[in-house]
């Protein structure tokens, strides 16, 4: 079955730090960029970092120095780190692999509040 399963979300307090997973099929890992977005309640959801499939990445300004992507190509998993985590990312959180018309995830669940 073609998918993507995120896992690693929970509840955290602001400033400290999560690590996202994101196990996916060979088919959709394999040569392609996979990006971490995420979805605030009554927001539109938002790219939040890529990989590409050579490994350069890239990040909207808001969790630059705060998150790092990146990717293990022998167990075609993503991964982000999220560090000084703030009441803002609150979100679920999504992998993806943008443009290939494959379907979303479940999403794991990110809450920071004290």
């Known amino acids: 079955q073609v998918q993507v399963v995120e896992s690693g979300g929970g509840l955290v307090q602001p400033g400290g730090s999560l690590r996202l997973s994101c196990a996916a099929s060979?088919?959709?890992?394999?040569?392609?960029?996979m990006g971490w977005y995420r979805q605030a309640p009554g927001k539109e959801r938002e790219l939040v970092a890529l990989?590409?499939?050579?490994?350069?990445?890239i990040y909207v300004d808001s969790v630059k120095g705060r998150f790092t992507i990146s990717r293990d190509n022998a167990k075609n998993t993503v991964y982000l780190q999220m560090n000084s985590l703030k009441p803002e990312d609150t979100a679920v959180y999504y992998c993806?692999?943008?443009?290939?018309?494959?379907?979303w995830g479940q999403g794991t669940q990110v809450t920071v509040s004290s």
């Open positions: 060979g088919s959709i890992f394999r040569g392609n960029n």
């Open positions: 993806h692999a943008p443009g290939l018309g494959y379907p």
């Open positions: 990989i590409t499939s050579s490994g350069t990445t």
